[in-house]
């Protein structure tokens, strides 16, 4: 049996696959707060799926950010205590095995082109839109991690054609402004419609269905800037399905509004890439990281 573990932002979720590829067990607590807490964390539900099972299994981890190539060090993770530790090495040691450790935005592609709502096309760009922004990419079925293990990392590059209003953009954590991130997480929607403070836009589509102009705005916006985004990706990817998961994948009107919205920046007459919601839901990270065996 294969183990997956999808280490985010505020849950640590665990789940394990059959020879089937069926899922016999999925737990999930919240996310420690610090480095070593995440270490216990994982130990813990692994140990305790394992129990359950009477199996050892194989063990494949999503995480935020990636492992330098140069030095093993987490870098680029918006849970930023993890930045920094060797987290594969410490998994191995307090683990007893090997383990395979890649993006939870990897994760998300994996699982998606394997038997999710992009299965059987040739390449798949998965974007999280969450807390935080990322994106992998899977081609025929290998999941793609580049020479520097920063494929897919799309939500630190600049907002595409910026207006002026929009530049040059907030300070992303990353150190830079105007990163893609800023403008489409979760957290900056929720900001756009109802100030600095506001952390939650899962209301707004609602709240504009219901005719608040202020929500259906910010929601224009989203739309308007997640098409540029995406526009970049196709012009230089070119892919032929891009899935999007985490929180905001939930709101339907994204699937209308960019694709009627793309074509203006993308290079091309037409644009037959596909934009879906990730099948797996918010289970897509864990079920690609057991894949990753």
Request: charged residues 20%; hydrophobic residues 45%; proline residues 4%.
């Amino acid at each position: 049996m294969r183990m997956g573990v999808d280490l985010g932002g505020t849950k640590i979720e665990v789940a394990v696959l059959d020879g089937a590829g069926q899922v016999v067990l999925r737990r999930r607590v919240a996310t420690p707060r610090s480095y070593d807490g995440v270490l216990a964390a994982i130990a813990g539900l692994v140990a305790g799926a394992e129990a359950e099972l009477g199996a050892c299994c194989s063990l494949g981890i999503g995480i935020p950010g990636s492992l330098s190539p140069a030095t093993g060090l987490v870098r680029g993770a918006n849970s930023t205590w993890l930045n920094g530790g060797r987290l594969q090495e410490d998994l191995e040691r307090v683990l007893a095995r090997p383990i395979r450790l890649s993006n939870d935005a990897n994760c998300l592609a994996m699982s998606e082109a394997a038997d999710g709502a992009a299965a059987g096309e040739a390449m798949v760009f998965a974007a999280i839109l969450g807390t935080g922004v990322g994106a992998g990419l899977v081609i025929n079925g290998r999941v793609i991690e580049g020479a520097n293990r920063v494929a897919g990392e799309w939500g630190h590059n600049p907002l595409p054609w910026m207006s002026r209003d929009e530049h040059p953009g907030r300070r992303c954590w990353c150190g830079r402004e105007g990163c893609i991130e800023t403008f489409l997480c979760g957290p900056a929607l929720a900001a756009d419609a109802d100030g600095p403070e506001a952390r939650d836009a899962a209301a707004l589509p609602a709240r504009a269905a219901a005719g608040d102009r202020q929500a259906a705005a910010a929601l224009a916006r989203h739309s308007h800037r997640l098409a540029r985004a995406l526009a970049h990706v196709i012009n230089m990817l070119d892919p032929h399905c891009i899935v999007l998961g985490g929180g905001l994948s939930n709101m339907a009107h994204l699937y209308v509004e960019v694709p009627r919205l793309w074509g203006e920046w993308v290079f091309s007459d037409v644009v037959r890439t596909r934009l879906v919601p990730a099948r797996h839901g918010d289970s897509s990270g864990v079920l690609g990281a057991a894949r990753l065996w």
